[in-house]
């Protein structure tokens, strides 16, 4: 059938549901794209694919266009089995709890009388699909893997990630010289048996690639200070100092990392020279690999590579698949690469959970005998009594380059917070919602909303209840925002302009709203426009729309020219401003205020017509908040269950309150349903045969 045919048949009202074989996909996959069920992006790729080979079955052309839908959900590939035996829920259709119209078919009724042989086996035959994608004959837009069918170029990502992990897991740099000595001198202070930061200090020293991993407050950035002070030492003294980067995903986790390693650096117990040497300026990946505009590709690649000698990126869930192949290939060999970050915390929002993917035995260990002995031998600490599973060094190799670390200096054992958290990562529903109500944690609350005109919920966001009169909201920004304004005949040079602009940040910056979802009454973007107009109708905001003093914006995208990064907060403020030209007078003017995220502690105004990539952020996705810590984080969960909701969203919410967090539900049920269902994220990243892994 061709192109024109099918076009034609598109445009007919939709049939009974018939075998997937007699059935006009296209058509149906317009269908979803209409309802917002795929993007058109999904199903142009079925068009695509049927311009090139007008005889392809159509449970290619279906395959084919939800392998691209996975993309978009996080997934890697497709798998099929998967599918076949739970379609709806698999794919996520309809999404986010959505209803079916009569005429629209779900991918169960679609996919009936269809067996996953006979989807193989279509696959199989057809000259889009490649089976064994090494050979030599030409390269096709599908990579048919088992059960998994991948489009091109995530299959291939994957090969080269598990490649390049393979080759540098298998690497064994030189170790630093008086590496005993330096790890005594280092953690002489430690009172932990086992120290697991002085544990992953060693493992990374062996090694081209390491993982430590951890829950907040576990001190992964204490830990890779003095990873870089125990390798830098030696290297400054033999008068060749390494060549030390530091990276995160975001703006606003590179920006916390700054502000941390900054601190720390200057304590430590290595001589000036060393500390001159330990770099503590944070950039984002894109910054670091040199991402060019309006195109997939950097100026570090493989063909030219990043003058460092070692690498190391915090928040490292946040990486994609792409995105870690890009780093790999632009590493020189001999660089190190250390890799931190929570293992719990949502993966990133595009395809792959890499991070994940590579910590599946971190909480088991799978530490060789051979791994244990040299532990004991250089760094004096015995892992015997940690109740660890043992591994073996061919089968688990990346397992002995993985440390997490598992005593948190942040959520000790009166914390709610911690508590929490762990009985949500456990997922284990009951024993979080009895965390939830038992009355010893002060740090923890709870509500139920009727809706959003609920009287509760404006006290509960601007932090003016009786009940809650402690806790942050963002009345205090407000507050701040009217009261301690500068007077308006102070010059614009005056530093108090910039103070209270920084003093009006930190306060907004003590509280956040989250959402797990964007669409739907207790999503982002319906909660954005309920809590302007709440604090516009009391008076707190002149405007609910536009730009208007107060309003605070969350930057989508990354802009260079402004030097702002996606996940930065800004808030639009009056403030003085001097004369464009000589003779004129100072003015008043509406500015954005952004902090600079250089360690400096300095703002940026920026005019707001050039910001055309912010959106309002009274309340933001759970997603867009990694990276960012609050002294009171409130969840908001909505109406609907949904695949969205998942223990990985609930935790990384709950772990982002540094003293309070708050749980608003909407309606009883959801909240044990989402810590009961763990995020599945469809990848053949695995690196069991590492030693091995396929080119």
Same mark, same amino acid.
């Given at each position: 059938?061709?192109?024109? #045919? ?18 006009? +996909? ?13 993007? @058109? ?22 395959? $084919? ?27 996520? =259709? ?15 009724? =679609?996919?009936?009388? !269809? ?31 088992? #059960? ?13 990630? =598990? ?38 200090? $060693? ?21 890779? !200070? ?21 990276? $995160? ?22 001589? $000036? ?80 959970? !890499? ?59 009166? /914390? ?13 529903? #009951? ?59 102070? /010059? ?20 956040? +709203? ?13 909660? %954005?426009?309920?809590? @302007? ?12 729309? &536009? ?10 995208? %990354? ?6 990064? %996606? ?25 954005? @205020? ?6 400096? &502690? ?33 969840? !908001? ?54 030693? %091995?892994?396929?080119?």
């Amino acid at each position: 059938m061709s192109v024109e #045919q099918l076009d034609l048949l598109a445009q007919l009202p939709a049939g009974q549901p018939e075998p997937v074989a007699d059935a006009d +996909v296209l058509h149906q996959l317009e269908q979803w794209v209409e309802v917002g069920w795929l993007r @058109a992006l999904d199903r142009a790729l079925a068009v695509f694919l049927l311009d090139l080979a007008p005889d392809s079955d159509p449970l290619v052309l279906l395959a $084919a266009a939800l392998a691209s839908h996975q993309l978009g959900h996080g997934h890697v590939c497709l798998d099929l089995g998967a599918t076949m035996q739970a379609p709806d829920l698999s794919l996520s =259709l309809p999404p986010e709890g959505q209803e079916t119209g009569r005429d629209i078919l779900l991918p169960s009724q =679609l996919l009936k009388g !269809v067996t996953l042989d006979a989807w193989l086996q279509a696959l199989a035959a057809s000259v889009m699909v490649d089976r064994q994608p090494e050979g030599e004959q030409p390269e096709r837009p599908l990579v048919l893997h088992g #059960q998994q069918l991948y489009l091109r170029r995530y299959w291939h990502y994957e090969r080269q990630v =598990l490649a390049a992990l393979g080759r540098r897991l298998r690497a064994r740099p030189a170790l630093p010289s008086g590496l005993p000595q330096g790890l005594e001198r280092l953690f002489a202070d430690s009172r932990q048996q086992p120290d697991w930061q002085k544990l992953a200090c $060693a493992l990374a020293a062996r090694g081209a690639f390491s993982i430590i991993t951890g829950g907040p407050g576990t001190g992964k950035t204490t830990t890779v !200070v003095r990873l870089l002070a125990l390798l830098q030492e030696p290297a400054v003294v033999a008068g060749k100092p390494l060549r030390i980067r530091l990276a $995160a995903p975001t703006g606003k986790a590179a920006a916390r990392l700054t502000e941390s390693i900054g601190r720390q650096v200057g304590s430590l117990q290595v001589s $000036a020279a060393v500390r001159e040497h330990i770099p503590t300026q944070v950039t984002t990946l894109h910054r670091l690999l040199g991402s060019r505009p309006d195109t997939r590709h950097f100026r570090h690649h493989a063909g030219n590579p990043l003058a460092l000698d070692m690498l190391v990126v915090d928040e490292a869930s946040m990486i994609d698949l792409e995105m870690m192949a890009n780093l790999l290939a632009a590493l020189p060999a001999h660089a190190r690469l250390v890799l931190l970050g929570d293992k719990d915390q949502l993966a990133s929002v595009e395809a792959g959970a !890499v991070l994940g993917d590579l910590c599946r035995d971190a909480e088991a260990g799978r530490y060789s005998e051979q791994t244990q002995q040299w532990l004991e031998q250089v760094g004096g600490q015995s892992i015997a009594a940690a109740g660890l599973l043992a591994g073996d060094e061919r089968q688990h190799l990346l397992a002995q380059q993985t440390v997490m670390l598992r005593h948190s200096h942040r959520f000790g054992t009166d /914390s709610g917070i911690g508590e929490l958290a762990r009985k949500v990562n456990h997922a284990d529903p #009951q024993a979080a919602r009895r965390a939830l109500g038992q009355q010893c944690y002060q740090d923890l609350h709870q509500h139920m909303a009727t809706g959003l005109d609920d009287p509760r919920l404006a006290s509960l966001i601007l932090g003016s209840g009786a009940a809650e009169a402690s806790l942050p909201g963002y009345g205090d920004y407000l507050q701040l925002l009217a009261q301690q304004r500068p007077a308006a005949d102070l /010059s614009a040079e005056d530093p108090t302009w910039e103070e209270w602009a920084g003093h009006v940040l930190a306060a907004f910056d003590r509280f956040q +709203v989250l959402c797990a979802v964007r669409k739907g009454p207790w999503g982002v973007e319906s909660l %954005n426009r309920h809590l @302007a107009e709440l604090m516009h109708r009391r008076g707190l905001l002149p405007a609910a729309q &536009g730009w208007y003093e107060g309003r605070p914006v969350l930057v989508t995208r %990354n802009d260079y020219g402004l030097g702002l990064m %996606n996940g930065d907060i800004g808030i639009a403020l009056m403030i003085r401003e001097r004369p464009l030209h000589a003779g004129e007078p100072e003015r008043m003017v509406l500015r954005v @205020a952004f902090p600079r995220n250089d360690g400096s &502690g300095r703002l940026r105004f920026v005019l707001p017509s050039r910001l055309t990539e912010v959106e309002t952020v009274f309340a933001m996705t759970v997603h867009k908040s990694q990276g960012s810590e609050f002294a009171h984080a409130m969840l !908001v969960l909505p109406e609907a269950r949904s695949p969205l909701l998942t223990k990985e969203l609930v935790y990384t919410a709950i772990t982002r309150a540094s003293r309070d967090f708050t749980l608003l539900e909407t309606r009883p049920g959801v909240f044990e349903a989402a810590v009961a269902q763990p995020v599945r994220r469809v990848s053949g990243l695995d690196l069991g045969s590492e030693v %091995n892994p396929r080119d």
